[in-house]
């Protein structure tokens, strides 16, 4: 008996683990898993002579189970087959002595949970694999993951961010794992962590010269927002902008900028003037027409009715702005009724620029200049105005200097301008910056 119980549980230490189902929780999620362990790779270790003992009569169970499966038996009958085998494994789980027996009761754990689709043991199956000290390291992060995620489907998010955070610095190939990480850690009133967490992810899969899921950016974004993590989701729809500099993620990058800074007109101005670079109006009219009215207002049609004009006139193009609205027909009129006098004063704004003892005038021209679409002569200006210095808006010239460096391809200029702009203008700066080095690719 001894020598046939011993062959026994070594064949089915051997068997072939498939955690075959596809559970969804908090929206994520998590496919069928390789198999755990084959013949082969069954880790060479003794057994004690209670677990031996113990073992003996599970033999029918698994071996009838095993044959059930062969022929494609209907998932309710293996069911029934298995209706005391918990009882039974309950049994020879507390005979486990060595590490060998551990791994072994945890493989027919996670093997009788799987038919029984009850994730406790499969995790319990899980967890003393793990705990055994039997399983290949490179396998533990796979291990991991699926210990973390069945922790994550139960809601119990406090005990899946240990394995989950194993599983994660593996670097497991699934790319769930992350977010459920980071999102354990929100549900447990950690949103900091959490995203943290997944940008060690982030870091390791970039150092690997891999791709970054769009769950990931979405995730991070997510927790931020709701958890009011201004430089955080700053920060990650940056990081989506430099990936997928596309119409629709622009939009969003300039939005959350806004969102958790204290911006004026004067922000709120580059700000629609980043969108009409990158695009961001090119997105359906329902999420543009704010914007536009945004930018008509910041640019002022008594201020820079040139400016006003063309953005006016592009919101209509594009069915996002409504000829019959009273702001955008009174806007435009006045607009357009200033320009020629606008225009015939840039000489006089020229030389009062030249001759003033700082560069509030200067800065002034430059604004004229660049919201003509004039950027040499912005650029002059905005340079002359550093140089004056004196009562002006500094960051306001560097971001407008950088702005009339890029729109003569002049990229190195303007990412140096745009890397000194500072305090509330900085995060627009640098999503500037980001479409400076985008536009700048070969």
Known sequence: MRGNAMKFVAARAALAVALSTGLAAGGIMIGAAPAFAKEKEAPKATYSKEFVAAAGPFQKIMTDLQAAQSKNTPA????????DAP????????AVKTGQDRFTAGNWAVVIGGVLEDNAMRSRGLRNMIDSGMVE???LPVFNSYLGSFAYAAKDYANAIDPLTKAVAGNVADDTVAEMLADSYAQTGKPA??????KVAYDARKAAGGAIPDGWFTRAKVIAYKAKLGPQAIEWSTLEIEAQPNA???LGAGQ????????????SLDLGRLFLHTGAFDNDKQFITREFIEYIQAADPRRLPGET???IELGLSKGALDASDVFVSDSLAQARGRIAADKASLPALERDAKAAADGKTALATGDAYLSYDNPAKAEEFYQLALTKGGAIDKDRALMRLGIAQLDQDKFDAAKASFAQVTGVRAPLA???AVYTADKSKP
């Open 248 to 250: 629709l993620n622009w």
């Open 76 to 83: 309710a009958q293996l069911k029934g087959m298995l209706a």
């Open 87 to 94: 009882a039974k494994l309950a049994a020879v789980e507390a």
């Open 309 to 311: 004009v063309k953005i």
């Open 193 to 198: 962590e959490g995203i943290a967490a997944l």
């Open 430 to 432: 640098k999503l500037w």
């Open 256 to 267: 959350l900028v806004r969102e958790f800074g204290s911006f004026g007109k004067e922000e």
């Open 137 to 139: 390291p490179a396998k």
